[in-house]
């Protein structure tokens, strides 16, 4: 079946743009994520999605930053008036709950933005 | 702060090796404990441990969890070119969210 698919996958904004970055689950996940990875480091929390209550969002770096997923499955990341700082692959993961027993988080190929 | 150092950084073998990667954690919650391969694009899984002292494995790798020490490792044996990735080892916390190392790159040369 089909991945994590994420679009689009490079964006390239001037600072103080708005950019949106979207993320298709894996059909039937119920549980979606969203991390930031900048160069050479792991990717960190930003926020997290059962269904299309946000449950966590305490990795968002600051309110310039949004997400939503208002049908509980496709889901936009949106960052305001983007800043150099904010440069870095954006990566959506999905998986089952975890009442489901397994759990495991899939990874799309993320989004590169590069803000000049 | 949770934290999870992974180490080496970056090591580089000839095919045929065998190499040993290592993650600790200092989380509040610890829940599980995931490696994944990340190549140029998406980190793809490998493993989730939950139990310490029970091996997993999957071909030439493997990995087992030491809740005591409060760390993981993952081997690869007879490695070739295509394990050359950057291996990252993540503590779930909570629920779900994942803590990251900074990944441990490896290159396989010929």
């Known amino acids: 079946g089909a991945g994590v698919s994420q679009s689009p996958r490079y964006k390239v904004a001037k600072r103080g743009q708005d950019v949106a970055l979207r993320c298709d689950p894996i059909s039937g996940h119920v549980s979606l994520f969203w991390y930031q990875q900048a160069l050479g480091q792991g990717p960190e929390f930003l926020t997290y999605?059962?269904?299309?209550?946000?449950?966590?969002k305490s990795g968002l770096p600051s309110d310039r930053f949004f997400a939503e997923r208002p049908e509980g499955s496709v889901s936009t990341l949106k960052i305001q008036r983007t800043q150099q700082e904010d440069s870095a692959v954006y990566l959506c993961?999905?998986?089952?709950?975890?009442?489901?027993?397994?759990?495991?988080?899939?990874f799309g190929p993320g989004t590169r933005l590069t803000v000049t | 702060e949770d934290k999870v150092v992974q180490s080496p950084l970056s090591l580089v073998v000839h095919e045929g090796d065998t190499v040993t990667l290592n993650c600790s954690y200092e989380?509040?919650?610890?829940?599980?404990l995931l490696w994944y391969k990340q190549e140029k694009k998406a980190p793809t899984f490998l493993f989730m441990l939950t139990s310490s002292g029970i091996e997993k494995k999957s071909g030439r790798l493997s990995s087992i969890l030491d809740k005591k020490e409060l760390s993981s490792i993952l081997n690869i044996t007879a490695t070739q070119t295509g394990d050359s990735a950057i291996y990252l080892c993540?503590?779930?916390?909570?629920?779900?969210?994942?803590?990251f190392g900074q990944g441990t790159r490896l290159t396989i040369n010929p």
């Open positions: 993540a503590v779930e916390v909570g629920a779900q969210k994942l803590v």
């Open positions: 999605f059962q269904n299309e209550a946000q449950l966590d």
């Open positions: 989380v509040t919650n610890f829940r599980s």
């Open positions: 993961a999905s998986s089952l709950p975890r009442t489901s027993g397994s759990y495991e988080q899939y």
